[in-house]
């Protein structure tokens, strides 16, 4: 079982086509699963990045 370290939520946005028609769409995170000392974590790309950096000292 991971642990979700994030509070980030999904972005709501319009796709816009040729003709102005506008439809709703979700812009979904990049989730990844990052195991930091035998612990697994669920986390976005961004904040996996930023964990391994500041374990890697």
């Known amino acids: 079982m991971s642990k979700k370290i994030t509070s980030k939520s999904p972005n709501s946005a319009k796709n816009v086509s040729h003709a102005h028609n506008r439809t709703n769409k979700k812009q979904k995170l990049n989730f ?4 930091i000392n035998g612990i697994k974590f669920k986390t976005t790309a961004r904040e996996a990045r930023i964990l ?5 000292k």
């Open 32 to 35: 990844q699963y990052v195991t």
């Open 52 to 56: 391994r950096k500041l374990t890697s």
